[in-house]
């Protein structure tokens, strides 16, 4: 049977994927963040990134959570690493899952 782990890097990549998605196609949330500027909307993702990866830091070094990360300043490099490939994972699945406006319209618009 396989075997399934799931590490800190996973977690967080799944978490920025999850996010990209999230901002454009949940009806409420993606009406709210369209309306944010290019850079709002940067920072907005970069920002809970970073804030998932120190809850998830400081609960390693609390031991509320078991990962492969170490309490130590390797260990918030190796983070910090992760943190970049997520930030890229999260635009990047944004740049290519990004609705049209025309879907964005027939999804969203106004129920008859």
């Known amino acids: 049977m396989y075997e399934f782990t799931v590490t800190s890097e996973f977690l967080l990549i799944i978490v920025a994927g999850g996010l990209a998605l999230a901002f454009d196609y949940f009806p409420g949330l993606a009406q709210w963040f369209d309306a944010l500027s290019t850079a709002a909307k940067r920072q907005l993702n ?46 990047g699945v944004h740049l290519l899952t990004k609705p049209t406006q025309a879907f964005k319209a027939r999804l969203f618009g106004a129920k008859k």
């Open 46 to 91: 970069a920002g809970l990134i970073v804030g998932v990866s120190a809850v998830i830091f400081a609960g390693t070094c609390w031991a509320v959570f078991i990962t492969n990360l170490v309490c130590t300043t390797k260990g918030a490099l190796d983070l910090l690493s992760i943190v970049f490939v997520a930030i890229s994972v999260n635009q």
